[in-house]
């Protein structure tokens, strides 16, 4: 009885570490991508995508530290997604297991679903104040949030940190996200929304997640 | 007619207009010369501004300060490093200068763009020769901010210590005699009048970010941004140094 609760404790608050390597199949299919409202992402369109397999978790620093013993990290910030990388290190660590960058398209199909829907989880905010008065970034262990889900069980594709893709514009990669924090503006990222980053830019508010 | 006092109603209504009038016109004349309300100007004192020739670049200093002297100013760097030692204004003209134009984005949702001249930090640790374990340098500046950043952060391209800006040495209201240029970083991690640099092991919370609701990394995060030259019109930003503007 004893382990049975130890057991059932274990799994209600480290689920993100120890499943954080599982991957989650798109089916094969038609979806919604871009959005007209938003000069980044307009024109909306329709899209066929053949399936692909996407982490469900963004890669964790504990993660990347196991292929390369050189990323070094905040105490306790093991299970935080691991940020601070560049492009050509994102993918060569997807490689190095494996796998590979999402392109864009995967992504987004993977936060949306096939109903087009503006936020992993539907068309509305969780909270207008995700976490208010604060500026800054605030990372948190993968996962944590559990409203943060796409249909596809995707975790983490509004919140927590943008995210590289193998998708390029001009000389710059496109990064999908992300935030739980646009500067003083608190609203979750939406699915469609998209940044473009030098790829050699290593900053803490980007992540990634590879697919197969 | 009825009377309040001396004054009748009709009498009270019109110098009540009068009033009212004198007040909108002061407060229209004072608006349209702005430069004139500029507190510090004739002072030997500096602080927070945003009138006159500041319209198009905010000044914001944690407390008002006394203009710094720049033929009695040195630069101290104290802390974990070898040699820790002073620098004159003098002794900076030995160092490569080198120019960058930069965006400073304020955490306040405005940025500005300007030429900035100086040095990089790796020209001074040439000299003063930091210990291994010295992590980050914490700027002690004239208006008693103080401001920590890694030496990982400092080191980067486009860090420099600047003394000029557009050509010209800094104003005072810009941080004279010296400051710091982290494009990257928002402009409370781009500390001014900067009196001391002492290296540090550890990590340290600067002045904003201890009592503001403010990141202690400071790197710029994608969102809207409202440029002064261009009339605050929001652009969207990427995070990070701002370069498309």
């Known amino acids: 009885m004893k382990f049975h609760g130890i057991l059932i404790i274990f799994l209600t608050f480290c689920p993100a570490v120890s499943f954080a390597s599982k991957m989650v199949e798109i089916p094969t299919g038609q979806f919604i991508m871009g959005d007209d409202n938003d000069p980044y992402a307009t024109p909306r369109h329709k899209m066929y995508l053949d399936s692909f397999s996407i982490d469900r978790y963004e890669a964790t620093n504990e993660e990347f530290k196991e292929q390369f013993p050189e990323h070094s990290f905040w105490k306790n910030a093991g299970s935080h997604p691991a940020t601070k990388i560049t492009w050509e290190e994102a993918k060569a660590y997807c490689i190095k297991i494996g796998k590979r960058l999402p392109r864009e398209e995967e992504w987004e199909k993977a936060a949306r679903g096939d109903d087009a829907r503006i936020y992993p989880w539907g068309n509305k905010p969780l909270r207008k104040k995700a976490h208010p008065f604060h500026s800054g970034l605030i990372k948190r262990r993968v996962g944590l949030n559990k409203k943060d889900v796409s249909p596809y069980g995707v975790r983490d594709m509004a919140g927590s940190v943008w995210e590289w893709t193998a998708s390029d514009f001009y000389k710059k990669k496109i990064t999908r996200g992300g935030l739980w924090n646009f500067h003083l503006e608190y609203e979750y990222s939406k699915t469609f929304d998209r940044n473009l980053v030098a790829p050699s830019n290593r900053l803490p508010f980007i992540g990634f997640r590879c697919a197969r | ?245």
């Open chain 2, 1 to 245: 007619m009825r009377t309040l006092g001396k004054i009748t109603r009709r009498l009270f209504l019109e110098r009540g207009l009068w009033a009212t009038a004198l007040i909108f016109w002061s407060w229209c004349r004072g608006s349209s010369n702005a430069e004139e309300l500029h507190t510090y100007k004739g002072t030997d004192y500096i602080g927070k501004t945003r009138e006159g020739e500041y319209k198009n670049f905010y000044i914001n200093f944690w407390k008002p300060m006394r203009r710094i002297n720049g033929e009695t100013w040195e630069l101290k760097i104290t802390g974990l490093c070898d040699t820790p030692q002073s620098f004159t204004l003098e002794n900076f003209k030995s160092f490569t200068t080198t120019t960058q134009s930069s965006r400073m984005k304020c955490v306040e949702c405005w940025s500005a763009r300007a030429q900035w001249s100086g040095f990089s930090i790796h020209e001074l640790e040439q000299i003063v020769q930091p210990k291994p374990e010295a992590k980050g340098i914490l700027f002690h500046c004239g208006d008693e901010y103080k401001e920590y950043l890694p030496r990982t952060a400092l080191n980067q391209d486009q860090v420099i210590l600047a003394h000029s800006m557009n050509g010209k040495p800094l104003t005072d209201a810009h941080g004279f005699p010296l400051r710091l240029i982290a494009p990257s970083k928002y402009g409370y991690k781009n500390p001014k009048a900067i009196l001391e640099m002492e290296y540090v092991s550890e990590h340290q919370a600067g002045t904003w970010s201890k009592i503001g609701p403010y990141s202690q990394d400071g790197t710029i995060l994608p969102g809207t941004d409202h440029p002064l030259e261009f009339g605050k019109e929001p652009r969207r930003i990427s995070g990070g140094e701002i370069t498309d503007y």
